[in-house]
């Protein structure tokens, strides 16, 4: 139900590697990735890791304790993405929480037993291990995928903390996406604040500018939400 996977799918891939802090969820892309032929990747791995702006052992991450079979009763109207908006912000997640309960209302109308209240009761925290970018790319590479000579695509969707990630991270990220010809970059800028957006697109910047003979183009008006950055040779 991710809108990039009917682009990725129709692509041909040495390697797919998706990273998700969430276990459930983790577990849930285990299983489809399992259930699923694609022939598109040579190699398909998941990893229950989370990828943060700074290495810590262990970061507390929320989420919404929905289960598939709540999310998917119709006298519930719950939105679909209901349990795609973990978070290690939890102000971030509560934020969701009353646009979660408009939409079920909407939807159900007296049937849902979804208020603010009932779903703020549902978030929960689990501890997490967390590395950077740079060690989250040696650790699939040693452990998962095996070498690899760049990256092609990275799509970033770190709920809350997008542009803190990419600012932060923007000399590994533009390594990777430098080494193998035309790259992009993809990041949620619907949740960035002023500074952490103007810290990134900076940051973004400044690493590309240290790579001999690469260039970037950023574009927001693509869609509503994502920045899509575009690395290349000049």
């Known amino acids: 139900n991710d809108p990039f996977y009917r682009f990725a799918t129709s692509q041909t891939w040495a390697s797919l590697a998706l990273v998700e802090a969430a276990p459930a969820t983790a577990r849930g892309l285990r299983a489809f990735v399992d259930a699923t032929p694609m022939p598109q990747f040579a190699t398909i791995v998941v990893d229950d890791a989370c990828v943060a702006p700074t290495s810590d052992d262990v970061l507390p991450f929320y989420f919404l304790n929905i289960s598939d079979a709540e999310l998917a009763d119709p006298r519930a109207g719950?939105?679909?993405?209901?349990?795609?908006?973990?978070?290690?912000?939890?102000?971030?997640?509560?934020?969701?929480?009353?646009?979660?309960?408009?939409?079920?209302?909407?939807?159900?109308?007296?049937?849902?037993?979804?208020?603010?209240?009932?779903?703020?009761?549902?978030?929960?925290?689990?501890?997490?291990?967390?590395?950077?970018?740079?060690?989250?790319?040696?650790?699939l590479e040693e452990n998962?995928?095996?070498?690899?000579d760049g990256v092609a695509m990275l799509l970033i969707d770190i709920e809350g903390v997008d542009c803190d990630f990419v600012a932060t991270s923007a000399e590994a990220i533009v390594a990777a996406l430098t080494t193998r010809g035309p790259a992009l970059l993809v990041y949620e800028r619907y949740h960035c604040g002023g500074d952490s957006r103007l810290d990134a697109e900076r940051s973004l910047a400044e690493a590309v500018a240290d790579v001999p003979g690469y260039e970037m183009e950023c574009r927001e008006d693509i869609d509503r939400v994502n920045i899509y950055c575009l690395f290349q040779p000049r």
């Not at 109308?109 to 703020?120: F, I, K, R, S, V």
């Not at 998962?144 to 690899?148: A, P, S, T």
Request: glycine residues 4%; negative net charge; hydrophobic residues 35%.
């Open 78 to 139: 719950l939105p679909d993405w209901t349990t795609r908006v973990n978070s290690l912000d939890r102000d971030h997640l509560t934020q969701y929480v009353r646009d979660i309960a408009i939409e079920a209302n909407e939807t159900a109308g007296d049937t849902t037993p979804w208020t603010e209240t009932a779903l703020a009761k549902r978030i929960e925290r689990v501890d997490v291990g967390c590395r950077t970018f740079a060690d989250e790319l040696a650790h």
């Open 144 to 148: 998962l995928v095996g070498e690899f």
